[in-house]
């Protein structure tokens, strides 16, 4: 049931479907324990900074974006579906490019589809 669960929110945040992703997830989180709970809560605060962004909510945004990174550190471990570095990479990207937003520039924000392994 939890590999369900967790392809359920994979999909829905590669959709961009980001706050139906975070709803799924936190379903995993509550059971989880060790590693697997930051994991789970670095995916949770990816996909609602991902979803605060649509919504133009740059400082939510940011905070959870660098909380992501944070959680994804904590929660890194073996056998893991998703590849933490390039997610991080991604994330610092994103952040990256709305900093350059945030100056002025014209960009397109780089919203990403999730690494898999």
């Known amino acids: 049931m939890e590999k369900e669960l967790f392809e359920k929110g994979c999909a829905h945040f590669d959709e961009q479907q980001y706050f139906d992703a975070h709803e799924v997830w936190e379903e995993l989180w509550n059971e989880a324990q060790g590693p697997r709970r930051f994991f789970l809560q670095g995916m949770i605060q990816a996909a609602v900074a991902l979803h605060h962004a649509g919504n133009q ?12 990174l944070d959680y994804f ?10 590849d933490i570095d390039q997610i991080k990479e991604n994330i610092i990207d994103f952040e ?5 937003l945030l100056s002025g520039e014209t960009i397109d924000l780089p919203f990403y589809k999730l690494p898999r392994k």
């Open 57 to 68: 909510n740059w400082v939510g945004t940011r905070k959870l974006l660098a909380s992501a």
């Open 73 to 82: 550190e904590k929660g890194r471990s073996e056998g893991q579906e998703i």
């Open 96 to 100: 990256l490019a709305l900093q350059k």
